[in-house]
């Protein structure tokens, strides 16, 4: 049974950083995909950033070179540290894992358009204000 369990969303200002966490379990890291996607209400959710088995990563344009993902094998922990944040990166921030060794961008892809491909955490709230 694969859980996931996001914290760390908050309120901050523009220009801000934050770093979310989801401690998963029933996720083998070197062996599963993780990665984090966001929604706005009334809006799809969009892939944020991924990272495969092999510590391979990819990332959503609008974030590349402000967000990093990393995960921690010893706690089974994934990360996602966002510096410079804008008020466009109000959301709400959803782990999730797929299994088996895909690629980041594939599954990203994959997640994106067949969410019941993967697993999800409950979200956690980012709000950014300018």
């Known amino acids: 049974q694969v859980n996931l369990a996001e914290s760390g969303g908050a309120s901050v200002q523009s220009g801000g950083s934050l770093r979310l966490s989801c401690v998963a379990s029933g996720i083998i890291f070197s062996n599963d995909f993780m990665g984090w996607f966001r929604q706005v209400p009334g809006a799809d959710r969009e892939a944020v950033a991924g990272?495969?088995?092999?510590?391979?990563?990819s990332y959503a344009d609008s974030v590349k070179g402000r967000f990093t993902i990393s995960r921690d094998g010893g706690t089974n922990t994934l990360y996602l540290q966002m510096n410079s944040l804008k008020p466009e990166d109000t959301a709400i921030y959803y782990c999730?894992?797929?299994?088996?060794?895909?690629?980041?961008?594939?599954?990203?892809?994959?997640?994106?358009?067949?969410?019941?491909?993967?697993?999800w955490g409950t979200g956690t709230a980012v709000t950014i204000s300018s």
């Open positions: 990272i495969a088995n092999d510590g391979s990563t």
């Open positions: 999730a894992a797929a299994k088996g060794a895909l690629t980041a961008v594939s599954a990203l892809r994959t997640l994106t358009e067949y969410p019941d491909f993967g697993y």
